[in-house]
């Protein structure tokens, strides 16, 4: 960094005891996890700083090592209609330690006492059982491995204390994260035959949370870095940016809450019993609407997110979707769901960030299946009849997956077998055809959807007015007919 009251910042944050031990150093826990500390930090008498463990070989921990473990973080975006940036400069971590480079160092953060969280990011790869891993490699392979021989280095220095279990919040974007990592750390706990002291130790004494996080990270602003250069007076090689919005729900108790004091900062922290359901409201209205949209916004010729709001045809088809037909088959608190949807039409709408709609199209046979058909059906289950704009948005979907449209090329990317089979699906006879054979595969949607009423018919209509129409024209059509 360049000038020198900055350094005298940098190096006064390394009286911070390590309460923290992060694996990942990448941008979405310097953007998120780090965002958290700042605010315990500078807002709270927490005083706790971040040990961060690089997780594989490669990686940035020596770009840390050179800034003194700090950063600048960028939040840019629209919160409740009014656009926000913001900068903070963020001093948490306190020391970065390689596994690979130094395994005694890695070991070494095992025997702090002040110590009290781990939290990781390490992909969604990254939570896997390797048989091959062995105890006294330097480092293991996987991300549990390595985490079972910490703990196992922490349960034997301090004598199998109760006192001094972890609280382990793994912020993986998988479902059960904490419950699928603590079964594979018993089961390297097993495989190494560590004595059954231990297991109890893992069992009663640290706590595996499963956790939801909710914020978008697109990382180092290359395209611009200009314009953010430009707002600093010191040199910074991990600037991140961020969306102001954040999310985590924490499964955990009453003593987790007061730890992470999430009644004195500012940033939505829920620890919960259950996350599922907040879960289920961000496939279904963030990631759903996100997939909903995809297809008939291409087809509309819009090519980033924002660009929805710049037509009246597809906000208006966005906001009437998600309000009407999306949330109402939803079993949340009412005023959760509209606050959670009108956060959601914020981000979309965020000029700062160029989520290009080719790149959310990746795989939306599958994305479709998870995120939007559930909600169809909910729809038809609940009120009788289908939901005509999220039957709508299926109907581009396989007008999409055609490759073509009004002589342009479209973005389609997916597993080869699931495009093939639609293009011979669309060479067949007849549209009728067409629709029957796509409803009826099984596994595109892990059932026969040609057995769901009048769906075939309402799909036939509107692929036969794509014949002859634009996208906003056929939606109209298929509108006033029904």
């Not at 921990?61 to 656009?83: E, M």
């Not at 929805?308 to 309000?323: A, Q, Y």
């Not at 996208?471 to 007919?481: G, T």
């Amino acid at each position: 960094m360049k000038n020198s009251a900055h350094k005298e910042i940098l190096l006064s944050q390394r009286d911070y005891p390590i309460k923290i031990l992060q694996f990942g150093e990448g941008n979405f826990l310097r953007a998120f996890v780090g965002d958290v500390i700042h605010q315990l930090n500078q807002k709270t008498n927490y005083n706790g700083g971040i040990a961060v463990i690089q997780p594989i070989e490669k990686g940035l921990i020596h770009l840390l090592d050179k800034q003194g473990g700090a950063y600048t973080l960028f939040l840019n975006g629209i919160v409740n209609g009014k656009q926000i940036q913001e900068k903070k400069l963020i001093q948490n971590i306190v020391k970065t330690v390689s596994p690979y480079a130094d395994y005694s160092a890695y070991l070494e953060l095992a025997k702090i006492p002040e110590l009290e969280f781990v939290f990781s990011n390490t992909t969604e790869a990254g939570i896997e059982f390797d048989a091959a891993d062995q105890l006294n490699e330097s480092p293991q392979k996987t991300f549990p491995a390595k985490l079972t021989h910490l703990l196992w280095e922490r349960f034997t220095h301090f004598k199998g204390d109760l006192s001094t279990g972890l609280y382990i919040l793994p912020c993986e974007l998988i479902n059960y994260n904490a419950t699928s990592l603590k079964k594979i750390v018993l089961q390297y706990a097993q495989l190494w035959e560590l004595n059954s002291e231990f297991i109890g130790w893992i069992e009663n004494a640290n706590t595996f949370c499963n956790t939801l996080v909710d914020r978008i990270v697109p990382g180092y602003p290359r395209d611009n870095i200009e314009f953010y250069k430009e707002q600093l007076d010191y040199d910074d090689a991990l600037l991140v940016t961020a969306e102001p919005f954040f999310l985590w729900v924490i499964e955990g108790d009453e003593k987790l809450k007061a730890k992470l004091k999430v009644n004195e900062i500012d940033l939505d922290i829920r620890v919960v019993e259950n996350l599922q359901s907040y879960r289920t409201q961000k496939v279904r209205i963030l990631n759903g609407a996100h997939t909903a949209l995809v297809p008939l916004s291409l087809l509309h010729g819009h090519e980033i997110v924002s660009d929805i709001f710049t037509s009246s045809f597809t906000k208006s088809f966005l906001e009437e979707s998600v309000r009407n037909e999306i949330a109402p088959t939803l079993e949340m608190d009412k005023h959760s769901l509209n606050q959670f949807t009108e956060s959601v039409f914020d981000r979309f709408k965020n000029p700062f960030i160029k989520h290009y709609l080719a790149s959310i199209a990746l795989n939306s046979i599958s994305k479709f299946k998870v995120r939007v058909l559930p909600s169809l059906l909910a729809f038809q289950n609940k009120n009788g009849t289908l939901p005509p704009h999220l039957v709508f948005s299926f109907a581009c979907l396989l007008q999409f997956y055609q490759g073509n449209w009004k002589g342009k090329i479209l973005p389609v990317q997916d597993d080869e077998k699931i495009v093939k089979e639609l293009n011979n699906y669309w060479g067949e006879s007849s549209l009728e055809d067409f629709v029957k054979k796509a409803l009826s595969n099984k596994e595109f949607w892990d059932q026969d959807l040609s057995q769901v009423s009048e769906l075939a018919t309402h799909l036939h209509t509107i692929l036969k007015h794509f014949k002859t129409n634009d996208i906003e024209s056929s939606f109209n059509l298929y509108i006033q007919n029904l």
